[in-house]
């Protein structure tokens, strides 16, 4: 299992990636996240839609209603201009510190 930190660092990394594969939902990003991770990282709504929250307030989402299957209306989010740029550099970051610790963790 992540840590809550790890899990909180990672997740506007995650959502904003899982976007650039298109628009999506909320469950369907939960599901996405548990499927990349083997399970071992199982997010809940109440952690998922305040981050998806932030990142509209933020302008790197946008979100619009759209029925699904069952007649039901869906949230769906979509990556805007901004997110990508955020994830560009988010990006960037996480390849330093990966670097970083592999360099470290191939030295006894």
């Not at 369907?28 to 083997?38: D, G, P």
């Not at 998806?52 to 007649?71: A, I, K, N």
């Amino acid at each position: 299992m992540f840590e809550k930190d790890l899990v909180a660092a990672t997740s506007r990394t995650f959502i904003l990636s899982i976007l650039t594969e298109g628009d999506s939902y909320g469950y369907e990003i939960i599901q996405h996240v548990a499927a990349l991770t083997h399970d071992e990282l199982i997010w809940t709504d109440g952690m998922l839609y305040p981050v998806l929250h932030r990142l509209e307030d933020s302008g790197c989402v946008r979100s619009y209603w759209q029925p699904s299957s069952t007649g039901r209306k869906r949230k769906y989010y979509a990556l805007t201009d901004t997110g990508r740029a955020e994830l560009e550099e988010r990006k960037r970051q996480w390849h330093l510190a990966n670097d970083a610790l592999s360099v470290l963790w191939r030295n006894p």
